[in-house]
Nanobody, 124 residues
Framework: QVKLVESGGGLVQAGGSLRLSCAAS????????MGWFRQAPGKEHEFVAG????????YYADSVKGRFTISRDNAKNTVYLQMNSLKPEDTAVYYC?????????????????WGQGTQVTVSS
């Protein structure tokens, strides 16, 4: 059973930066595509960034392209989301997810594992 644990969320002013981390345990990390979803109050989950299982492809939602960067350290079984130039509309709970042998983008239904989420709040 794979367990994903996010960290790094918090409160930041608009224009600031945060780095989220997601540590995986209990599985073979390199076999998993990893991605980040977010859910703002009253809205559906949004897939914001993903990295394919072999690391060959990366995806970003238009809303974060050029500001967010996803990366992974297979030696540490960890995936990161570097978030720069944050905006109030980035405020959401951010979830890390994994999809076995997945591509750079995958849906909630295609996810095999989810973390518990970490709150990101961007003040104006």
């Amino acid at each position: 059973q794979v367990k994903l644990v996010e960290s790094g969320g918090g409160l930041v002013q608009a224009g600031g930066s945060l780095r989220l981390s997601c540590a995986a345990s209990g599985g073979t990390f390199i076999r998993y595509a990893m991605g980040w979803f977010r859910q703002a109050p009253g809205k559906e989950h949004e897939f914001v960034a993903g990295n394919s299982w072999n690391g060959g492809a990366t995806y970003y939602a238009d809303s974060v392209k050029g500001r967010f960067t996803i990366s992974r350290d297979n030696a540490k079984n960890t995936v990161y989301l570097q978030m720069n130039s944050l905006k109030p509309e980035d405020t959401a709970v951010y979830y890390c997810a994994g999809a076995r042998f997945g591509g750079a983008t995958f849906s909630r239904d295609e996810s095999d594992y989810w973390g518990q989420g970490t709150q990101v709040t961007v003040s104006s």
